[in-house]
């Protein structure tokens, strides 16, 4: 073989070097790109499951106030003690004529609840029905008023009342042959007066006319200057997109859009993004804590680091 010869022959082998390194890299970043796509989505869905038992969670939380808050599970017992209590309150609040009746729809296969309904027809004062309903609501029961009808009558300051109650039975209440003993927060006042003199010395029964609005003042002002020009910030379009472990540590994967920079960061190490810069205090399979000059934020995975929660507003680094 001549000169000539080998050379040409190492420049065939050199060529099939370079396309067999270029194969074997292709076949790995291929392989790569696989996994991390397969560990977003496990991601994904570990959230969502993670999402389902915060739900369900908070679901058991409230069953366990409504249990709390039921008429007693004993039927019969729920019937009377919560008719003699409305009958009571009524009373004390200075009702006449009073006239209650109640039916109660019982458990079935598709209610979780049997519901007893109070029909409550009544003659008072406006003062009367406020006192009732100040103390109806301030009372934790699992009840509401379903309807309230009021009718002036030709006695003076006397009206006709017509309520519709509904209160719940839940088959695994607390309470089994006693009314709940709690005291709701739900009212913006906690004194009755205060309603009454609000709602008490009006009356409700003529069309309410509001006041004309005040005429505004005349501001002279002169034009406002010119805003300055936005400037963008690429930290707004920096995502999280992968949360990866490497050598027993976890590795938060970020994206810049706006200028294709990827990064892979540790605890510890810092950062520069458009108008933000800081270090990594900590990384978590579901986000990232950073702590920038306005404080520490955590960015869950998926989001953009402007989109992090600010958790701690001292100074940053």
Do not use: C
Not at 180 to 190: A, F, I, W
């Amino acid at each position: 073989m001549n000169p000539r010869e080998k050379i040409m022959a190492a420049i065939v082998v050199a060529l099939l070097a370079v396309f067999g390194l270029r194969l074997i890299h292709n076949r790995i970043e291929d392989r790569v790109t696989q996994k991390s796509e397969e560990l977003e989505g496990i991601q994904s869905r570990l959230d969502a499951a993670l999402d389902d038992l915060e739900i369900a969670d908070r679901a058991n939380t409230k069953l366990q106030e409504w249990r709390s808050r039921s008429l007693p599970r004993n039927e019969d017992v729920a019937r009377s003690r919560y008719q003699q209590w409305v009958g009571d309150q009524l009373k004390q609040a200075g009702m006449a004529n009073i006239n209650i009746s109640n039916t109660l729809s019982a458990f079935s296969v598709r209610s979780a609840y049997g519901t007893l309904t109070v029909s409550v027809n009544a003659d008072g004062s406006l003062d009367s029905l406020i006192q009732f309903l100040f103390t109806f609501y301030r009372t934790d029961f699992l009840h509401k008023i379903r309807s309230l009808n009021v009718s002036p009558t030709s006695a003076n300051n006397l009206v006709k009342l017509t309520i519709t109650i509904e209160a719940l039975i839940l088959p695994d209440a607390d309470l089994v042959d006693q009314l709940p003993e709690r005291t709701s927060d739900r009212l913006l006042q906690d004194d009755m007066q205060a309603y009454q003199k609000s709602i008490g010395e009006r009356n409700l029964f003529i069309t309410y006319q509001a006041p004309p609005p005040p005429k505004p003042p005349v501001v002279h002002h002169d034009p406002p200057p010119s805003p300055p020009k936005p400037v963008f910030d690429d930290a707004t379009q920096a995502y999280i997109t992968g949360i990866v472990e490497r050598e027993g540590q976890l590795e938060a994967w970020i994206n810049v859009r706006t200028t294709g920079e990827s990064l892979r960061l540790n605890k510890g190490e810092s950062f520069d993004i458009g108008l933000m810069s800081g270090h990594v205090v900590d990384i978590t399979l579901r986000a990232v804590l950073l702590e920038t000059k306005d404080g520490l934020v955590q960015v869950g995975f998926g989001q953009s680091l402007r989109e992090g929660k600010l958790l701690d507003t001292g100074k940053g680094s």
